[in-house]
């Protein structure tokens, strides 16, 4: 399991939320990576990540570089497919198999979204489970939901979220056992692998999501609050528990104020929470950016050196 460095929490304004900085927590776990894969190396195997990317998506090809650049920094064997948006499920699925079959690739990563004729699901399910670094495959989801830590490949960002968490944890001098949890949001990529993980660490977990009734309420009964809605600024600061924990997965752009250099609108990132009336009750709290954000692209290089580490000793 990873570790990560102790160092102190800047708080937000005089007694506001502590503030969990995902950049300054994904770097050490980076190293981490970076110093474990070098022992590997010194026992003769490579870690290697393969990304694929499909078309060209701006968002994802900005994403696929930062994967590549982060597996480079860890010493990774790094390879990139990137194919024509025309590419055929046939010609895609042929490429899986081959990674599959390649013992120099550790770690298979299929960016999503993938093109409307292409069946994601199907791509998915066609990546090896021992090499699904995404946690996507349903043999890792179902690993996850018995609560078979040591062997499944979890997904990235509930992965990261959990390591933020575990941070302010010790920061506030709690513990996670026996807390209030809500995850707000019922993706199969963050809120239902985050309500596993919070489970498996004793945790009494509340999923909410579109449907739920009372949403103020429900957040209100939230020791540690988990936000993947991807609505931006939509769980207000007045909802939250006082001293709460809250980690906010939301990534959203939002209009800013002026315009840049070229002329255009200025934008800027914001999460499902309204931070600043949030960090004013809050405990502890991540921001956007800076806070989930860093943390997906370290685990994932977490997941590929496990991969890794898993298929040597497997072989011994
Ligand atoms: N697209 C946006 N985020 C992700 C991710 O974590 N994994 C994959 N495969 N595609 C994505």
Redesign the pocket.
């Known amino acids: 399991m990873t570790e990560i460095a102790n160092t102190e929490l800047r708080r937000a304004g005089e007694d506001g939320a502590f503030l969990i900085d995902g950049k300054e927590i994904s770097q050490s776990v980076l190293a981490d990576v970076a110093a474990r894969a070098s022992a590997l190396v010194a026992s003769g195997v490579k870690p290697g990540l393969a990304v694929v990317l499909v078309g060209e998506d701006p968002a994802?090809a900005v994403?696929v570089r930062a994967k590549g650049k982060a597996a480079a920094t860890c010493g990774f064997h790094s390879v990139q497919h990137t194919l024509p948006a025309a590419t055929s499920e046939a010609d895609l699925l042929a490429l899986v198999a081959r990674l599959n079959a390649d013992p120099a690739i550790h770690g298979i990563?299929?960016?999503?979204?993938l093109p409307s004729h292409v069946n994601a699901t199907r791509v998915l399910e066609a990546i090896s489970p021992a090499k699904d670094v995404?946690g996507?495959h349903p043999f890792n989801a179902g690993l996850l939901a018995i609560g078979d830590l040591g062997r499944a490949l979890v997904?990235?960002?509930p992965a990261g979220s959990m390591l933020l968490l575990e941070r302010a944890a010790k920061a506030l001098g709690v513990s996670l056992a026996g807390k209030e949890a809500v995850v707000v949001g019922r993706s199969n990529?963050v809120g239902k692998p985050m309500a596993q993980l919070l489970l498996a660490r004793n945790c009494t977990v509340t999923i909410a999501h579109s449907r739920t009734a009372d949403l103020a309420a429900t957040v209100g009964r939230a020791e540690i609050l988990v936000a993947a809605v991807g609505r931006a600024g939509m769980i207000r600061g007045e909802w939250i528990r006082p001293g709460a924990i809250v980690i906010d997965v939301g990534i959203n752009r939002v209009a800013g104020e002026g315009v840049d250099a070229s002329g255009k609108p200025k934008t800027r990132l914001v999460g499902d929470v309204d931070f600043a009336s949030a960090a004013r009750r809050a405990g502890a709290i991540t921001p956007v950016p800076g806070g989930v954000g860093p943390m997906?692209i370290a685990m994932?290089m977490s997941n590929t050196l496990e991969a890794a580490r898993r298929s040597a000793s497997s072989r011994l």
């Open positions: 994802s994403y990563l299929v960016q999503l979204p995404d996507f997904p990235c960002t990529i997906t994932l």
